[in-house]
């Protein structure tokens, strides 16, 4: 498989602006052959949204999914500011 | 003691209904308000904001926010800004509040911010049109939260940021990227006023804790970085009490 020198950037560029999906905050890494996506989103259907879009788009590239969701318990700790 | 909760980069919408609000039902047993930090909503459309209204709006305690990029996303910060005041939500752009808290005044003061970079790596007024309005709006945010900031009389002052004011807090992001996240004039309108904290978010990979080259201390509560619901914070502390009431 042939991997475009600028493949993270134009997934990068996906992310942020497909109108499903507006994600800045995915990291997006080479691992041999393999893309490496990163970071935490608000629901699993936007994790399965991104997966499904980076597919349609680059249904070359094989991808790893390490996204996660962000917890939303409550704190049991307080900081003191001073 | 006045305790503040604060989060930022919830980025409501239909789907996201319902996860926060369990442990945002605590937070009158919690902090005495809970700030958010931008990037209420994923494209900024009214219907979005209604989502975040629903989930955020009518806790118990005072709800203050400003709005993030994401919120700016469809070009309808107003219509935003209008659905979030409807429903009881204070947004504050270029703006401050006063609360009135167990015979303490806690002021804040926020805006949305803008990038720039810091020193040694930050963009200069100069050159073609499109690079001076990059640091023009920049400087017009900062200079607007000082006037903000400066505006309020109270026992704690609040910063309230969407991006960063110090780069201590993106420590994780990559560098190349820092002067898209914040700038250093933001820290320095802080420091011009005697302002307690300063929060901010919108660096998702970025790290919790820095301090404004004046030494205000600065906290990045993008949902990422805190991975909880909300922080609490004390300020104007008689005593340090580390458990929070109501704490599992």
Request: charged content about 25%.
């Amino acid at each position: 498989m042939t991997i475009d020198t600028d493949l993270e950037a134009e997934i990068q560029r996906l992310l942020a602006e497909h109108d499903r999906i507006a994600e800045q905050g995915i990291t997006v890494q080479r691992r041999d052959h393999l893309i490496v996506l990163g970071g935490e989103v608000e629901s699993a259907q936007r994790r399965d949204e991104i997966c499904q879009q980076i597919t349609t788009h680059f249904p070359d590239v094989q991808i790893t999914c390490d996204i996660g969701i962000t917890r939303t318990q409550a704190p049991s700790e307080v900081e003191e500011i001073s | 003691m006045i305790r503040i909760a604060a989060v930022g980069d919830v980025h409501v919408d239909k789907d996201v209904v319902g996860r926060y609000r369990p442990a945002l039902e605590e937070l009158p047993d919690r902090a005495d308000a809970l700030l958010v930090a931008g990037d209420l909503t994923r494209h900024g459309t009214p219907e979005e904001a209604r989502c975040f209204a629903k989930e955020f709006g009518g806790l118990g305690v005072p709800v203050v926010v400003c709005l993030g990029n994401h919120d700016h996303q469809s070009d309808q910060q107003e219509q935003v800004t209008e659905v979030l005041t409807d429903a009881g939500i204070t947004v504050l752009e270029s703006a401050a509040t006063v609360l009135e808290i167990r015979g303490h005044r806690l002021g804040i003061a926020g805006t949305k911010g803008f990038g720039g970079g810091f020193a040694g790596a930050c963009a200069s007024n100069f050159g073609e049109r499109e690079m001076k309005d990059f640091v023009g709006t920049a400087e017009r945010y900062a200079e607007a939260l000082e006037t903000a900031l400066k505006s309020v009389e109270c026992d704690a002052l609040v910063a309230l940021t969407h991006y960063s004011p110090v780069p201590e807090t993106l420590v994780g992001e990559p560098l190349e990227i820092y002067a898209f996240l914040g700038c250093y004039q933001l820290g320095r309108a802080i420091d011009a006023a005697p302002t307690a904290l300063a929060l901010h978010g919108h660096a998702h990979h970025g790290s919790e804790r820095g301090r404004t080259p004046g030494g205000v201390p600065v906290r990045n509560v993008a949902h990422p970085v805190i991975k909880q619901a909300y922080n609490v914070y004390q300020l104007l502390s008689d005593e340090v009490d580390a458990t929070l009431v109501g704490a599992n």
